[in-house]
């Protein structure tokens, strides 16, 4: 098992950049992937960026160019850097690890990233 807790999000305006952070409970070196979902009102949550144990990444289309996901298996930590910020990027932003055999997912609590002028 494994606790995930998210920080970083907020208020930010168009063209802004925000990082988000998040720790884990234990280590993440041996965890299969984590990554960042996200879910705006009447939408289905979904992916945003996820980083695999061996370290290659996939993004969404919609934010490749603009987000970098990265992690520090020092601090048990991963992030995600978010550049030239659109209003469409407004979500609640979740963190997810992927963990096991059959890779049970694992979420935090969520953080809410709103993009407005």
């Known amino acids: 098992q494994v606790e995930l807790v998210e920080s970083g999000g907020g208020l930010v305006q168009p063209g802004g950049s925000l990082r988000l952070s998040c720790a884990a409970s234990r280590s993440i070196f041996s965890i299969n992937a984590m990554g960042w979902y996200r879910q705006a009102p009447g939408n289905e949550r979904e992916l945003v960026a996820r980083?695999?144990?061996?370290?290659?990444?996939n993004y969404a289309d919609s934010v490749k160019g603009r987000f970098t996901i990265s992690r520090d298996n020092a601090k048990n930590t991963i992030y995600l850097q978010m550049n030239s910020l659109k209003p469409e990027d407004t979500a609640v932003y979740y963190c997810n690890a992927a963990m096991g055999t059959f890779w049970r997912d694992y979420w935090g609590q969520g953080t809410q990233v709103t993009v407005s002028s």
């Open positions: 980083i695999i144990s061996g370290g290659s990444t």
